[in-house]
């Protein structure tokens, strides 16, 4: 089983800057990509930022310029970095993992959570 725990989130003012963690913890063998989701109140799920193992990156149209993601590969953590943020970024942000584990194969597993507030 791979557990995915976020931190990070928090309430920011616009123009402002936070940076979101997410540490994958279990018996895993790689993990293929890692990924950042955002849902906001009444909306459906959608993709912020995605990397792969060996660094090739992925981002929505809203976030190009503004958000980077990274991952440190020794330590199974991924990072969101948002800059300039906006009232409009506000959502639950989720993580994502997809890779292989020892005992149950391939997986695709997701965070709790962590809630990123951006007040005008």
């Known amino acids: 089983q791979v557990q995915l725990v976020e931190s990070g989130g928090g309430l920011v003012q616009s123009g402002g800057s936070l940076r979101l963690s997410c540490a994958a913890s279990g018996r895993i063998i790689s993990l293929n990509v890692m990924g950042w989701y955002r849902q906001a109140p009444g909306k459906q799920r959608e993709l912020v930022a995605t990397i792969t193992g060996g660094g090739g990156t992925n981002y929505a149209d809203s976030v190009k310029g503004r958000f980077a993601i990274s991952r440190d590969n020794a330590k199974n953590t991924a990072f969101l970095q948002m800059n300039s943020l906006k009232p409009e970024d506000t959502a639950v942000y989720y993580c994502?993992?997809?890779?292989?584990?020892?005992?149950?194969?391939?997986?695709?597993?997701w965070g709790q959570g962590t809630q990123v507030t951006v007040s005008s």
């Open positions: 994502n993992a997809v890779g292989y584990h020892y005992t149950t194969g391939s997986f695709n597993s």
